[in-house]
């Protein structure tokens, strides 16, 4: 069974507005984190944003914010003002046992930014 | 985050030929890993280089294909042997930060021809 779903392939957004893309986990433990990454066209993969399952607040990082249901286990990420350089494909992570570092992705989604 | 150096960034890859990746970093890790990304894919995690001991592999990797290094604390290698154009994919390893969250090499874009 797939432990993250992004159901969007692909998002069109305007410059300067806001784009949420979804992700969906799924998992029995009780403590585990949440990532997401992007990676642009040259390959590289950028941590994004980190929420930990005991996180009351959603986390943010400038303009991205992670909007955490735990109840619907969800963790969207939201990217706000968008600019050009936000094309890009964006994963979703998770890391379910934290004595294990190994991290499962998402398939992610293709973000591309329109002037 | 820990800076990681990787190399070669790409190549091109006669099949039935190994290529030898490197991976540094500039402080001491315990852990590094290795993932894949074949071509419109997600990443897929080979193996836990851990110095001192054997890699760790997941399902569906093997040593004699995937050889891993891990002579010290801020090095490995991961050698994709045999290579056929299945082989194809981007290479990246990591190590871990405070979160869990993992911090990546530039990548290795591999083509095998």
């Known amino acids: 069974a797939q432990k993250i779903t992004q159901t969007q392939p692909g998002m069109f957004v305007q410059e300067k507005e806001a784009v949420t893309l979804d992700c969906t986990y799924d998992t029995s433990d009780q403590s585990y984190g949440l990532f997401w990454y992007k990676q642009p066209s040259s390959g590289e993969m950028i941590f994004l944003i980190y929420q930990g399952s005991y996180d009351e607040q959603n986390a943010t990082e400038g303009r991205y914010s992670l909007n955490f249901q735990k109840a619907r286990k969800s963790a969207n990420l939201v990217i706000s003002a968008s600019q050009l350089g936000d094309s890009a494909m964006y994963f979703c992570a998770m890391r379910e046992d934290l004595n294990d570092y190994k991290l499962s992705f998402g398939a992610g989604t293709t973000v591309t930014v329109r002037a | ?113």
């Open chain 2, 1 to 113: 985050s820990a800076v990681i150096s990787q190399k070669p960034s790409r190549d091109i890859c006669q099949r039935g030929t190994s290529l030898t990746i490197q991976c540094q970093v500039d402080s001491q890790v315990t852990m590094m890993f290795w993932y894949r990304q074949q071509p419109g894919q997600s990443l897929t995690l080979i193996a836990t280089a851990n110095q001192g001991s054997e890699a760790t592999y997941e399902s569906g990797f093997v040593i004699d294909k995937f050889p891993i290094s891990r002579p010290n604390l801020t090095f490995s290698t991961l050698t994709v042997s045999n290579m056929s154009p299945e082989d194809s994919s981007i290479y990246l390893c990591s190590v871990t930060g405070v979160f869990g969250e993992a911090f990546f090499g530039q990548g290795t874009r591999l083509t095998v021809v």
